[in-house]
């Protein structure tokens, strides 16, 4: 009986994160991860279209601009988020510029240059962004707002 209630436990937890990874060669690859940490060099991503499947590509932090844990894939192409102060009460206001021109906003509490990256949080409610994890030696600049 204990056997048959062990085996019918899940092996751990499988929350679903949807996220774009945004890579320094400029492509994006989208997928679910289960096992990221901002301390880690690495993580797996799992693809769109089996969410289960947990082995899943490995990705190295080092090659990131940065992962984008997003409400869903779709999004809204044609959007342009507010950099304006929005519901956001998370730490200060940045805005960090990547070498390519690509430009983020939003908010953060602990960001700190000699730690491997740092969560931004959107100052936009309309954005599909829930959070999104910089990698700090990626980063062309990095400014408080």
Do not use: W
Not at 26 to 50: H, T, V, W
Not at 53 to 74: C, N, S, T
Not at 79 to 100: H, L
Not at 117 to 136: E, H, K, T
């Amino acid at each position: 009986m204990l056997k048959q209630l062990i085996m019918a436990m899940p092996a751990q937890n499988t929350q679903l994160n949807r996220a774009v990874v945004a890579f320094l060669d400029g492509r994006r690859q989208r997928g679910f991860i289960y096992d990221f940490s901002a301390m880690k060099e690495s993580f797996r991503l799992s693809p769109e279209n089996d969410p289960l499947q947990q082995r899943g590509a490995e990705i190295k932090v080092k090659d990131l601009k940065a992962v984008f844990f997003v409400k869903d894939f779709a999004g809204n192409p044609e959007y342009v988020e507010s950099g304006a102060n929005g519901n956001s009460v998370r730490g200060r206001k940045m805005e960090i510029s990547f070498s390519d021109g690509e430009k983020l906003h939003g908010c953060t509490d602990a960001y700190n240059p000699k730690k491997p990256g740092f969560f931004l949080f959107p100052v936009d409610g309309q954005s599909n962004n829930l959070r999104i994890f910089v990698v700090n030696q990626n980063i062309a600049q990095a400014r408080f707002v």
